[in-house]
């Protein structure tokens, strides 16, 4: 089945570590995006890609990154991962149709740990 | 004015009742309004999503209500089943200019339903 796979399923870092969680998709969906998600809050939307043009939400912190080698995969780094940056990280994907109302394509979430 | 708040924050109802949770938004430029239904370890799923060009929207026992003057929109959940237990958010999207579906969550609902 067509899916979006995000590895791994839990991932503990140490303070300040740098950690990189990955997502792939066999949807051969031109959109990504990585979402945010602290325990019993909304998903928070990170940043997005549109095919390889990378689009940084305002209030992403500068310690998140993101990489997208090819339309299957992308990457989120954390170059310096405090306490706060605990929480599920969710990779979507969409296939952009122009009409604004695309379906989003959920992982099941990598769960960050940061001693 | 980019918020989605929901509410309530937590429901309880028992079998073959109906769950009713509601949404309020205040940017008229959203244009699209999803449903996500998220069960514990996954990642959220589209449940069910309406436009404001119509004020009802039916899927099987999940139904939308949308009222545009009231900025408002619930999700109500008919004849409901331990099997709905899970969280959801309602999102919404829209006014950015460019076709990527960049939806902003509500803070979700953890919905139980008793046998």
């Known amino acids: 089945d067509a899916m979006v796979i995000q590895n791994p399923r839990y991932q503990v870092t140490q303070f300040g570590k740098p950690v990189t969680l990955s997502c792939s998709q066999t949807?051969?969906?031109?959109?990504m995006y990585w979402y945010q998600q602290k325990s019993s809050q909304a998903p928070k939307l990170l940043f997005h890609y549109y095919d390889k043009d990378f689009n940084n939400e305002a209030d992403t912190p500068d310690n998140f990154q993101s990489r997208r080698p090819n339309t299957s995969f992308c990457f989120l780094d954390i170059r310096s991962p405090g306490l706060g940056d605990a929480a599920m990280y969710l990779c979507a994907t969409s296939r952009d149709l122009g009409t604004g109302d695309e379906k989003l394509f959920f992982g099941s979430g990598t769960q960050l740990s940061v001693l | 004015q980019q918020q989605v708040k929901q509410s309530p924050q937590s429901l309880i109802v028992q079998k073959g009742g109906i769950s009713i949770i509601n949404c309020a938004y205040e940017?008229?430029?959203?244009?699209?309004f999803p449903w996500y239904q998220q069960f514990p370890g996954k990642g959220p799923a589209l449940l069910i999503a309406i436009r404001p060009d119509v004020s009802e929207k039916k899927e099987g026992r999940f139904t939308i209500s949308f009222n545009k003057s009231a900025k408002q929109f619930s999700l109500h959940i008919m004849d409901s089943q331990p099997g709905d237990s899970a969280t959801y958010f309602c999102a919404a999207s829209g006014g950015y200019g460019g076709a990527t579906n960049k939806l902003i969550f509500g803070t979700g609902t953890l919905l139980a339903v008793q046998p």
């Open positions: 949807l051969n969906h031109n959109v």
């Open positions: 940017n008229t430029a959203f244009d699209y």
